[in-house]
DNA sequence: TCAAAAGTGTTATCCTTACACCCATGT
DNA sequence: ACATGGGTGTAAGGATAACACTTTTGA
């Protein structure tokens, strides 16, 4: 048997901060696809390298902060045409750029659109307060479809079905853990609630019920997914929401930025102190008069930290 | 130009406890190297089961627990024979295994090997205290080709060589930061102090200052630190431990398997406490007479933990 | 009897969380 | 005046870290 031809993809998903809520940027045209381009060793060095240029050249962005997600290649991930298409296994990328500047730099954005990432993810936005569609479709969706083992049939190494969407959905104790993007995406997409499993053939029309999101091509909202979660992570023991920041803020602009990221509100005074003891700003004297309130002190990010202490990070608490 | 031919590698950093000590697997034969095979995606459906089926057909183990490490796809990274040879893009995962049984089973090591992973990195092995190698070698010729910023070309991006070394090395308030595995290696190796270097022709025999320790072939020590950093990191919020444990074992087994894993000793009495109440592991009524010394309850892993919170992991103290 | 490991109890300290309150500006 | 956001103080609670001490076995 001839082996198949193969070929080595990098997605990316490039992040930034407009109107207070974290975007995506997209490729330009019908459908919501995460920039695209394959991997030629022989004009790149690196991945990085060649996922920066990529970047560069479809939406005219170019990233500061890039790092590695993670590696798909499960077959028929692009199921598409005839079987001689090449299997493409996809290496996914998360980028940061510096979109919400002062400057009122408009942004060129050659062949790209932006669209927030809460548009395909609405149930993981809880900055306010809880998302109706929980209670509403997404967990009464998901337990009837658990209560039903023959549909349930997919699962085979770890927790029963049942379980996984207690943890990740935060049934009990009312613990909702804002690290679990892709388990919870990854439910949804077995119990039929997204487009996706109607695409991929595992579910018909009749017996879905797919929640208002809006889906993307292949297995893009699962690296999206990804991404989410591994941000979220990242945040707490790096300070690299300052790739998202522009040069001189408010420490309510840095605190709506972490909300927009966690989609969640946090304490106010305790986050203050939490940044400033924390030492990762440093104010620049300057104070800026804000939309109707006392003006507000303006802060720069303390990249002296990084040369200080191995992982300083935003400890963020509840509420 | 033609575009060159694409391979996906996997390879597998198979960790066990022999002796108190974590080690891997190795394929046998002369040199160092992982296990390594190809993903074929017309046999496997998943990387993971590839990755599965070659762990078993290579050195007869079957792991547990698998995890996707980072894909190094640069160039280079395989530099042999001729410019025809296809360019490797390998996939890194991380295989647990149950090796150390109380039932005495022969392992057969189908075609494999083991060797401690301290063996590739004594300077990460903390328990008989600070290792001597740091102050009297490791340590003084990183600071003297720092002082040196004609040799220090390669680095571009981020912080300068020496506030690297000193994050890293944990230099001031003497901070050993045992998650920075990678970053330690990928210091040593950029100042020659490993024998890679010299292979990938960065450094000859004369200017370079190799630290005694067990190289492997290409990036595959590499990928080891890559695979140590992530357990060391994983350890702490996910009860993965368990999967290197026998059924049932003693705290101060547990403890053990732990240090060994962290590479440094941590408090006894409060280790203790901090497993029990976290509500890990359960007694099993029985207890082992223990080689010289009071007999210890024995105790097994509470795996119900994994249904009842999203991230039970060892918050396991300094000392 | 002593060494070695098991196991318990207690306290100081730090960090998080929560609540209360005052300040400065625009409308 | 009052709404809005900026900014400070402090106390309760919980978790960690450190220390002291008792118990049970084998040699």
Redesign the pocket.
Known sequence: MPEQIMEIGLNAVIVAIVDNTPAILQTAGENDALPYGKFDPGTHRTMEEGLRELVEAQTGIRPGYVEQLYTFGDRGRMPVAGDKSPHVVSVGYLALSRFNTDQNTEIKLTNAKLRAWYDFFPWEDWRKGRPALLDETIIPHLLEWAAHPARVNRIIRGLDPLSRIRISFGLEESSWDDELVLERYEMMYAAGLLAEAVVDGRFTQENSNIIPSIAMVHDHRRILATAIARLRGKLKYRPVIFELMPETF???DLQQTVESIFGRAV????F???VENAALVEPTGA?Q??T??????LFRFRSRILKERPAPGL?I???
């Open positions: 408010t420490l309510f304490h106010k005074q305790n203050r102190r939490l104070s008069r804000s109707g309130g006392r003006p507000a002190a400890k608490g509840r509420r």
